[in-house]
């Protein structure tokens, strides 16, 4: 006996058989046809060896059978930003500025800064640990913001003219780290500043702080639960893309948190500067909050809706034993 009839059909030939078999009676009878299985569409695809037929995966309905004269609608690509770069000029110009940028920052406020520093150290060192809390919860903050603006255009598509999408992810998540790398050492150092009693059990539980219990626990559960976002970069594989975008929702929840805990506990909330750190970052990011909600229901409205082709005298296959997630082409395992 032949060993190819020994081989059982895969699990969608059955479905597909009598799919063919009712689309034959409706269709003429060709000319010089002998055989059933020469006239029937999609019989190509029953004489295929099965070493070279598709796997069909568990839970999956069997291929349609194939109507000569007949195709399916593919849907329209959407039409994207392809990566180009910045001129060559431009990134010298930009690297530059940058630089100077940094210089001048640096030239016009070391000698201050380091003159105040020396002058804390000699009448009271107990101080210089609050000016470095202070410092380090701004840099805290414009990391953190940073990140989240970033995050923002990586899921507008904007940066995908001028940087490649791997880079801009790698470059949010190092962000993203660095801001909680920060901000941890911004509490730690609370425990040397002399001015209130911080204990170690009053920076890590929230609300437990001797200066402004609320604020300062607004900013605790704002680190904890940035330190959750974080480190679902590390476990994105394992929870899928749909849990990973749903639990990076929360960095807004994070980045309103922190600014409450800035404006409401800092001691520097008052000053012009301060003001306009809190009002540009926040304004930027509503801004950016809202074009990525305006482009997703646009692409949603846009969308054009594609129906699957059913020929005439078939239906779609109903779900059964073979279509259950652990089935065989031997059938579906019953517990025994």
């Known amino acids: 006996m032949d060993d190819n009839r020994k081989q059982p059909l895969h699990p969608g030939a059955y479905e597909t058989l009598a799919a063919a078999a009712r689309v034959n009676k409706e269709l003429p009878q060709r000319p010089g046809a002998n055989s059933l299985s020469a006239s029937l569409p999609g019989s190509a695809a029953l004489r295929t060896p099965i070493a070279a037929r598709p796997i069909q995966r568990p839970g999956s309905?069997?291929?349609?059978?194939?109507?000569?004269?007949?195709?399916?609608?593919?849907?329209?690509?959407r039409a994207g930003n392809v990566y180009r770069?910045?001129?060559?000029?431009?990134?010298?110009?930009?690297?530059?500025?940058v630089a100077f940028a940094v210089a001048l920052v640096v030239g016009a406020t070391a000698p201050t800064a380091f003159s105040r520093i020396a002058a804390v150290l000699a009448v009271q060192p107990g101080l210089l640990a609050w000016y470095c809390v202070r410092a380090l919860g701004f840099l805290a903050y414009g990391v953190l913001a940073g990140s989240v603006l970033y995050g923002?255009?990586?899921?507008?598509?904007?940066?995908?003219?001028?940087?490649?999408?791997?880079?801009?992810f790698a470059l949010h998540k190092?962000?993203?780290?660095?801001?909680?790398?920060?901000g941890t050492v911004?509490?730690?150092?609370?425990?040397?500043?002399?001015?209130?009693?911080?204990?170690?059990?009053?920076?890590?539980?929230?609300?437990q702080s001797p200066?402004?219990?609320?604020?300062?626990?607004?900013?605790?559960?704002?680190?904890?639960?940035?330190?959750?976002?974080?480190?679902?970069?590390?476990?994105r594989r394992q929870i899928g893309q749909r849990t990973w975008r749903t639990i990076h929702y929360i960095t807004f929840l994070v980045f309103i948190g922190s600014t409450v805990h800035g404006i409401s506990s800092g001691s520097d909330s008052g000053t012009p500067w301060a003001f306009w750190i809190y009002l540009l970052?926040?304004?930027?990011?509503?801004?950016?909050?809202t074009y990525r909600i305006v482009i997703s229901v646009a692409a949603h409205a846009s969308a054009p809706s594609t129906e699957l082709f059913v020929p005439y005298g078939t239906r779609p296959a109903q779900p059964g034993p073979l279509d259950r997630p652990g089935a065989r082409s031997g059938g579906y395992p019953w517990p025994s």
């Open 152 to 168: 923002l255009l990586l899921s507008t598509k904007i940066l995908d003219v001028i940087a490649h999408r791997p880079v801009s």
């Open 186 to 207: 911004h509490g730690l150092l609370l425990t040397l500043d002399q001015s209130y009693n911080f204990t170690l059990v009053s920076i890590l539980v929230p609300f």
């Open 211 to 235: 200066y402004a219990p609320l604020a300062v626990g607004v900013g605790q559960l704002t680190l904890y639960t940035a330190a959750v976002v974080t480190a679902t970069f590390y476990v």
């Open 85 to 97: 770069g910045l001129p060559a000029p431009v990134k010298t110009i930009g690297w530059f500025a």
């Open 61 to 77: 309905l069997p291929p349609p059978p194939q109507v000569p004269g007949l195709t399916f609608p593919r849907p329209v690509a």
């Open 281 to 289: 970052t926040a304004t930027a990011t509503i801004f950016l909050t």
């Open 174 to 182: 190092d962000l993203s780290i660095a801001a909680l790398i920060v």
